[in-house]
């Protein structure tokens, strides 16, 4: 091709371009004249219709019982349900609900179920110094949880849950045990203690609930193995076979004359025999393959301790002082003078502890005074109800001065 054909061809192009685009223009004006308006056309033009369809799925927005009966996890789950385009603008600000404490959920009563599944959380956070096993199993099969805390040699007993109704004391242990773990690994300083020296020297051994067949007839629907008098479900406070387990130890067994039904009852019922029940057998296993230097059975009906009976006036020279220091530490009262009467300390735990080892065992009522009723508290309030600002102390404090 030569130089003079080559700007002939240069110089006939922006012609062409003109042209075409002149073309183009046309057939579209006509298209847009002449062309019928059906639906199938419009649709490649316009949105569709139902613009639902194409929407991401909208996160729900956790009501206050959402979060309360499930980890703050679930509460987040998508919704399959969502309908309108107009929340997907508020989608970003939804809060997430972050708890202090964000292992356990403190403010929900522990179920069964959530009791596990929290222990075994707790201790996949913090496995170096946490970990649990089941030391039994209760009368309806279930199994009774056993966490232990710390590294050191020495061992102390910690026990919620005896009586089914009070399940705020399986709340508290749990959240103690994320709290003391925090404390723990962030320093160990927990207000005027100094956890890495205490559990250095101990180990604690935190039964949550030694009763979990009476705390899943109390508050979750499950029934007595046996026909119960004086049924009222949220006051339960046996176990399946309607035995007090608290009234359940061979300890003076027979001095019990206060149990006011022979047979299965909401509570006052002592069992057949002294360590009749599974329950009480298997913590007086625990203990007999322990050497417990203290042990405290968390109940929830009062801001009281119950720590002498006249055979057991002063476990140990110590059990005196230390409730002494309960009270000027978290408020918790020390009763004053030893109990005398055997309806009263035959058969309890924290009575045939003292005997057996001649070691403090205690009986701490946890909740606050104010706190009456058949509620035994109530998760939604759980630090006023526990009175958690100064209570949260007791495991501490308790390790220190039986050092
Ligand atoms: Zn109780």
Redesign the pocket.
């Known amino acids: 091709m030569t130089e003079k054909s080559e700007n002939q061809i240069s110089s006939l192009q922006p012609k062409l371009v003109v042209g075409i685009a002149l073309a183009l223009a046309f057939s579209l004006l006509l298209a847009t004249i002449f062309l019928p308006k059906n639906d199938s056309y419009i649709l490649y033009f316009d949105s569709p219709t139902d613009t639902k369809t194409s929407l991401p799925a909208i996160p729900n927005t956790p009501s206050t019982t959402d979060v309360e009966d499930t980890s703050s996890v679930e509460s987040s789950k998508v919704s399959s349900t969502a309908e309108t385009s107009s929340v997907v603008s508020t989608v970003s600000s939804t809060p997430v609900v972050v708890e202090e404490n964000n292992i356990i959920n403190y403010k929900s009563r522990q179920t069964y179920s959530m009791m596990w599944k929290g222990i075994e959380n707790l201790c996949k956070e913090y496995p170096e110094f946490l970990s649990y096993s089941v030391y039994g199993k209760s009368t309806k099969g279930r199994s009774l949880p056993l966490v232990k805390m710390g590294t050191g040699a020495k061992k102390g007993l910690i026990v919620a849950g005896?009586?089914g109704t009070?399940h705020i004391t399986t709340t508290y242990a749990l959240r103690c045990i994320e709290d003391y773990c925090r404390a723990y690994v962030n320093g160990g300083r927990y207000g005027n203690y100094n956890l890495v020296d205490l559990f250095n020297k101990y180990t604690l051994y935190i039964v949550p609930n030694c009763n979990p067949d009476g705390s899943e007839i109390a508050h979750n629907g499950d029934s007595p193995l046996v026909s119960v008098a004086n049924f009222k479900r949220w006051e339960y406070?046996a176990n399946a076979n309607g035995v007090n387990l608290?009234r359940n130890f061979p300890f003076y067994f027979d001095g019990i004359n206060l149990m006011k039904n022979p047979k299965p009852d909401n509570e006052y019922y002592k069992g057949p025999s002294g360590g009749s029940e599974i329950e009480t057998k298997e913590l007086m296993e625990l203990c007999n393959e322990n050497s417990f230097s203290f042990m405290l059975s968390l109940?929830?009906?009062g801001n009281i301790t119950y720590w002498s009976d006249v055979i057991t006036p002063n476990a140990g020279g110590i059990t005196s002082g230390l409730c002494s220091k309960i009270q000027s530490v978290t408020g918790i009262v020390k009763t004053s003078s030893p109990t005398s009467n055997p309806s009263s300390y035959g058969g309890g735990f924290e009575n045939w502890f003292r005997y057996t080892y001649q070691r403090p065992g205690i009986c701490v009522e946890l909740m606050n005074a104010g706190i009456t009723g058949s509620t035994s508290g109530n998760e939604q309030n759980f630090d006023s109800h526990t009175i958690w600002y100064k209570t949260k102390y007791l495991f501490a404090l308790t390790m220190d001065y039986v050092s």
Request: net charge positive; proline share 0%; aromatic share 0%.
């Open positions: 005896i009586h009070e406070k608290n109940h929830a009906r």
